[in-house]
């Protein structure tokens, strides 16, 4: 997925974005929720947002941003174009200030996808 978006952010003439750790701790976090609690946003259900998830993971960057994805069925390539088509999310993949990411993905009863990014 990170290399996918790299792609992208390719395009955008942004820097790829390395991998970390607790980045990719906090997407898997979210990810698990949204499959197994049918979340469908950025709030987890457990009050949760992306910021609280990605600090208490012990991520301590200056920004910090999040896109989600899920689906029926599809996969990576799928979740990267739907980011693309909406400006929200676009935004997130192009801010060429983010430096780092951790991503998460579930094929288990549909596809969901989470994408933390870091600087």
Known sequence: MIALLNE????AGCPA???DRALAAAAQR???????NGI???IGSD???AQQRIAEAGFAGSATGEIV??????G????AAAWMESPGHRTVI????????GAAEISAGGYVAVVDFGA
């Open 94 to 101: 192009q801010d060429c200030g983010f430096t780092l990411a």
């Open 69 to 74: 994805y899920w689906s029926t069925g599809g």
């Open 40 to 42: 469908r946003n950025h």
């Open 30 to 36: 979210h990810a698990n929720d949204m499959q197994q």
């Open 47 to 49: 009050g949760s947002t």
């Open 17 to 19: 974005v390395g991998s």
């Open 8 to 11: 992208k952010r390719s395009e």
């Open 76 to 79: 990576a390539h799928e979740a």
